[in-house]
């Protein structure tokens, strides 16, 4: 059963914008640190920006001021918005759900691709 489920990524222009979406549990969204990484090719995946049941956010300092990490409880979501999108930001992104308890990852999205050039 896949519990968090991504859409939005795509191919977008330098300067561009593009938001992704994570579809996921009441429950999940809950009781979880909720969250996005990336990972480019040949590289370990990163945190991008996270953000706790309380609206808490932190982000990586390469995407501070650029990305926006956000969360509807009401319809069980998760959005990371993304800005001023760079070459260097093209990654396959994933979204997670972190154990508050453990710092675990317990789940993980799909993932989808975000391809930024012109």
């Known amino acids: 059963q896949v519990q968090l489920v991504e859409s939005g990524g795509g191919l977008v222009q330098p300067g561009g914008s593009l938001r992704l979406s994570c579809a996921t549990s009441?429950?999940?969204?809950?009781?979880?640190?909720m969250g996005w990484y990336r990972q480019a090719p040949g590289k370990e995946r990163e945190l991008v920006a996270a953000?706790?049941?309380?609206?808490?956010?932190n982000y990586a300092d390469s995407v501070k001021g650029r990305f926006t990490i956000s969360r509807d409880n009401a319809k069980n979501m998760v959005y990371l918005e993304m800005n001023s999108l760079k070459p260097e930001d093209t990654a396959v992104y994933y979204c997670s759900a972190q154990n508050r308890f453990t710092g675990r990852v317990d789940y993980w999205g799909q993932g989808t691709q975000v391809t930024v050039s012109s």
């Open positions: 953000i706790t049941s309380g609206g808490s956010t």
């Open positions: 009441r429950s999940i969204l809950s009781s979880n640190v």
